[in-house]
């Protein structure tokens, strides 16, 4: 990469700037030299999906920007402020797009052709469940406690890390020869969230209980832990609807962004394991 390519021109704004695939984006960025606007709502200037007046002060002077949609693709009108958000960038002097999109998602595919339509430099990175979920999501306290308790059964997901993630982002954003391209990322391997939770207990040494819920039992539980309503619903139907086995298979979209093989979740688990996270 040429930093003398670093002008403002080709400045960078990175939607969802603290999250977990944001954070590694602006961080890579800002290693290689790039210039980067890092957004989210404790940012200065604050960004704020559900507030359209902080839109405008983070796309001053933007070339790129990075889309991760808070808290999902799935939530009921994300499509609409998408749409309005792409149409302000477009307005702004953005040139090209890179979205992260959910993979079995009807609404997230709905929001690629919202971005498609958009802009003619757009690159889309849909991505199946966070192997980081584990370490860095909603899946650390339960792993913590040492039963992680869900309402899925022996269906497999090919967990994807969300460092091969923030690779793929930086190099649409960055090289040459991403654009138009759909980049369908996984991990290398297929695993049940019990086979998942079960390498992770060997890493540690600590013994972690998986059990299967109904989805019921697991909204009641959420409930619990103050999530609000549309978040329960959210959650709830990512598991039983987009688990249902249509994601059950590898695809070789890191592969074809970086030219080398995606991260299996075991170097995930060892990497993790070695900050003590689950400590």
């Known amino acids: 990469m040429n930093n003398a390519k670093s002008t403002s021109k ?20 800002t290693t290689l030299g790039w210039p980067v606007q890092s957004a989210a709502r404790s940012t200065t200037p604050r960004f704020d999906w559900d507030d359209s007046t902080t839109w405008a002060p983070v796309l001053q ?30 307005k702004s002097g953005v040139k090209k797009m890179v979205l992260l999109s959910g993979r079995g998602e009807e609404e997230a595919q709905e929001c690629e052709k919202v971005i498609k339509e958009a802009i003619d430099d757009w690159t889309i990175i849909r991505a199946s469940w966070f192997s980081q979920n584990f370490s860095e ?6 792993v913590l406690a040492g039963h992680v308790a869900l309402p899925v059964g ?32 996984t991990g290398p391997r297929l695993l049940s969230f019990k086979e998942a939770v079960e390498e992770i207990g ?52 890191v592969q074809r962004a970086l030219g080398r093989k995606p991260t299996d979740f075991s170097e995930y688990v060892k990497k993790s394991a070695a900050t003590g996270v689950w400590g």
């Open 10 to 29: 080709n400045r960078i704004l990175v939607l969802g700037a603290n999250g977990k695939t944001g954070g590694r984006i602006v961080q890579r960025l």
């Open 61 to 90: 002077n933007i070339h790129s920007v990075y889309i991760s949609f808070q808290p999902d693709l799935a939530m009921p009108g994300a499509v609409k402020t998408v749409k309005q958000f792409a149409a302000a960038a477009v």
């Open 137 to 142: 999501g909603n899946f650390l306290k339960p």
């Open 154 to 185: 022996n269906v497999k997901e090919p967990f994807i890390d969300t460092d091969d993630i923030a690779d793929v982002a930086v190099a649409a954003l960055t090289e040459e020869g991403h654009s138009g391209q759909l980049y369908e990322v």
């Open 202 to 253: 060997k890493a540690t040494g600590k013994e972690i209980r998986y059990e299967q819920i109904s989805s019921k039992e697991y909204a009641v539980m959420l409930k619990e832990y103050g999530l609000p309503d549309d978040l329960i619903s959210l959650i709830t139907y990512l598991f039983c609807e987009v688990l249902d086995g249509r994601n059950t298979s590898v695809t070789d979209g």
